[in-house]
């Protein structure tokens, strides 16, 4: 089998290194890829909202998967053109990726089948949000309708801060379109726990948990980032929160796009978080996390291929989903300065030290080959991933390996994983 992936990052490479250990592939692409990618990859320099050209390379190369990592793409709508052509594809449509691609679209989805979630409001007019916060409760939450790169959340303590909120979504356009509509929200406390799921249409399989980090700072401080470090399982997930998802929130998500006409196929990213009143929904996401893929992927047992085959097929109640009984810790490297502003270009030393395949991984997120040299070329550089027999053994692993790699600037949080000693 010839399988395509369309994306660059961090998340991509595990994807591709997942589909690289499967026994159906051949030939593996990827669409841009990056230089850790290439390695098991051959990356093809076009963009991953270049629709066009990337279905033509798709039927040229006569791609028998094509796996779509990335948000905007699903949301644009690259599946259905991919499918208009005959090409089998892993993702949802842009009728269901709109789980993802609009905030205010999933909140009315969860309000109307029941799917427990923060308490909310959706605004168009700034006048109109201005006036809800004046007799609102703070802190409060605001959000941007649509894609903002994980930024367009602000968690607002005052009044103030909040009109300040309104005007950069809704005025100053800050995020562009997407803050045309925003989701003004209940703040809720609790722990976050991160599950990943695969659909396909019908049935909901889902995957080992995990935790982010998302802040860039130790102990959860400094602004938000794409994400700086994961770990997988999360202790916090028990038996009784799984059943409660299970009853409340995963087949009541997949049931509830069906009855809208939006059927979903591909991966549902629950961000939950675990309140005093029983879990609820944070957010959806329409594709793996990043870095969470790179803690949970490795750990699956299953053949990824056939998996997310059986997403597209319909057939997944006939897949018994196995994870590894072990655990996996991810430290993302950074350059100095990420999520604002950084350099790049520095060379990369340490690279081939990774060689034990089963216990150490580094996945590239943000890397080039300039001059037949891997450099620095993103906010996130390398995500480091390490397992071990549980957290602590696999957060050891990680530490240790992220002294292995060298280049200037680095940058990474020493706590990643920490939140481990309470459970
Ligand atoms: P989201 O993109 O919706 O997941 O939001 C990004 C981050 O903002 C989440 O991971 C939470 O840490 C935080 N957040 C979002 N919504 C809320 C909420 N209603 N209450 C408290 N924190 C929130
Ligand atoms: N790590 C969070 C995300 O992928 O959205």
Redesign the pocket.
């Known amino acids: 089998m010839k399988v395509l992936i369309v994306g660059s990052g961090g ?1 991509e490479h595990a994807i591709a290194a997942g589909v690289a250990k499967s026994r159906k592939v051949d030939e593996i692409f990827c669409a841009p890829g990056n230089a850790g990618i290439a390695e098991i990859a051959k990356c093809v320099e076009i963009g991953a909202m270049e629709f066009e050209k990337l279905v033509s390379f798709a039927k040229e190369e006569q791609i028998d998967l094509v796996v779509v990592g990335m948000d905007d793409p699903l949301v644009g709508g690259l599946v259905d053109l991919l499918e208009a052509e005959g090409i089998r594809t892993f993702g949802p449509r842009k009728n269901a990726a709109i789980l993802e691609g609009s905030k205010a679209f999933s909140k009315n989805l969860m309000k109307k089948y029941q799917i427990p979630t923060a308490a909310y409001e959706t605004f168009t007019d700034s006048k109109e949000a201005i006036q809800y916060l004046e007799t609102a409760k703070f802190p409060i939450v605001l959000k941007a309708d649509g894609l903002a790169l ?1 930024k367009g959340v602000l968690i607002c303590n005052t009044l103030e801060e909040a009109k300040e909120g309104v005007k950069s979504l809704m005025l100053d356009k800050k995020f562009g379109t997407a803050g045309n509509e925003i989701v003004i929200e209940e703040f809720m406390t609790g722990r976050e726990v ?1 599950v990943l799921s695969f659909v396909d249409g019908k049935t909901i399989k889902t995957m080992t948990s995990a935790q ?1 980090h ?1 802040r860039a700072g130790d102990g959860d401080t400094g602004l938000n980032t ?2 700086m470090g ?1 770990f997988s399982p999360s202790p916090f997930y028990t038996k009784e929160v799984e059943a409660f998802c299970n009853q409340h929130i995963y087949q009541a998500t997949v049931d509830a796009m069906r009855q809208e006409g939006r059927e979903f196929k591909g991966i549902i ?1 629950f ?1 939950l978080m675990l309140t005093e009143e029983g879990p609820k929904v944070l957010e959806y ?1 329409a ?6 893929a790179q803690v949970v992927l490795p750990r699956m047992k299953s053949d990824l291929v056939e998996v997310m085959e059986a997403c597209i097929d319909g057939t997944l109640d006939q897949v018994d989903l196995q994870f590894e009984d072990n655990a996996a810790v991810c430290v993302v490297l950074a350059s100095d300065g990420y999520p604002v502003s950084y350099e790049k270009g520095f060379p990369i030393q340490g690279l081939e030290k990774f060689q034990d395949q089963d216990t150490y991984y580094c996945f590239h997120a943000g890397t080039a080959l300039k001059d037949g040299k891997i450099v620095t070329n993103g906010g996130r550089v390398l995500g480091i991933t390490a397992k071990g027999k549980d957290l602590k053994e696999a957060r050891a692993n990680a530490y240790a390996a992220t002294d292995w790699i060298q280049f200037e600037n680095k940058y990474m949080r020493h706590d990643i994983g920490k939140a481990i000693d309470e459970a």
């Open positions: 998340r994980g991160s982010d998302k794409g994400g994961t990213f961000g996401n594709r793996f996390g990043d870095p969470e």
